[in-house]
């Protein structure tokens, strides 16, 4: 990797870091079945965890089985799970075959020109992010190792705890 490309990826971590927030990403990509999807309008529904991954890179599948797990059990407390692949155009067939083999669920959507993800200041995958309702980003982590999914499925816990009855401390303290 170059210098330049090096000072970029720091110049908009730092942007991201400064705002903390999404509306700058508010990206509009193809989903799996050619259909459009806008980070505004799943933002509506409440927050999402947005894994970004290739079909070449094993550690981007190793943490896919986490989200389709975390997808499979905590999507009914409001938050959405998506994968973002950054595969290339002529890959996509090859995404739909792994996406099947691996019997994953959750929405993935595609960005072949991988300007979704250079706009969340990721030059690699896999990349993972955590967004509120309001778009601001909870959490961010890039690269995989066994483990890493104990800390995202704490902070997704953390993200849901308010919609889980009892959840919230503040109803904690008056019962």
Same mark, same amino acid.
């Given at each position: 990797?170059?210098?330049?490309?090096?000072?970029?990826?720091?110049?908009?971590?730092?942007?991201?870091?400064?705002?903390?927030?999404?509306?700058?990403?508010? /990206?509009?990509?193809?989903?799996?079945?050619? #259909?459009? &999807?806008?980070? =505004?309008?799943? $933002?509506?529904?409440? !927050?999402?965890?947005?894994?970004?991954?290739?079909?070449?890179?094993?550690?981007?599948?190793?943490?896919?089985?986490?989200?389709?797990?975390?997808?499979?059990?905590?999507?009914?407390?409001?938050?959405?799970?998506?994968?973002?692949?950054?595969?290339?155009?002529?890959?996509?067939?090859?995404?739909?075959?792994?996406?099947?083999?691996?019997?994953?669920? /959750?929405?993935?959507?595609?960005?072949?020109? #991988?300007? &979704?993800?250079? =706009?969340?200041? $990721?030059?690699?995958? !896999?990349?993972?992010?955590?967004?509120?309702?309001?778009?601001?980003?909870?959490?961010?982590?890039?690269?995989?190792?066994?483990?890493?999914?104990?800390?995202?499925?704490?902070?997704?816990?953390?993200?849901?705890?308010?919609?889980?009855?009892?959840?919230?401390?503040?109803?904690?303290?008056?019962?």
């Amino acid at each position: 990797m170059d210098f330049k490309k090096i000072l970029m990826a720091i110049t908009l971590a730092a942007v991201l870091c400064a705002t903390g927030r999404a509306g700058d990403l508010n /990206f509009k990509l193809k989903d799996i079945e050619n #259909q459009r &999807v806008q980070l =505004s309008e799943i $933002l509506k529904k409440g !927050p999402v965890v947005i894994s970004f991954w290739a079909t070449w890179c094993h550690p981007c599948q190793e943490e896919l089985k986490h989200i389709q797990k975390f997808h499979e059990l905590y999507s009914d407390s409001g938050i959405s799970f998506y994968g973002i692949s950054i595969d290339g155009v002529k890959d996509k067939n090859k995404i739909k075959a792994l996406i099947k083999g691996k019997s994953f669920t /959750f929405p993935v959507l595609l960005d072949p020109e #991988q300007e &979704v993800m250079k =706009s969340f200041g $990721l030059s690699d995958v !896999p990349g993972i992010f955590i967004l509120s309702r309001e778009g601001k980003i909870l959490y961010r982590h890039s690269g995989y190792k066994a483990g890493d999914e104990t800390e995202l499925e704490s902070n997704i816990i953390e993200v849901i705890r308010p919609a889980i009855p009892g959840g919230n401390k503040a109803d904690r303290d008056t019962i």
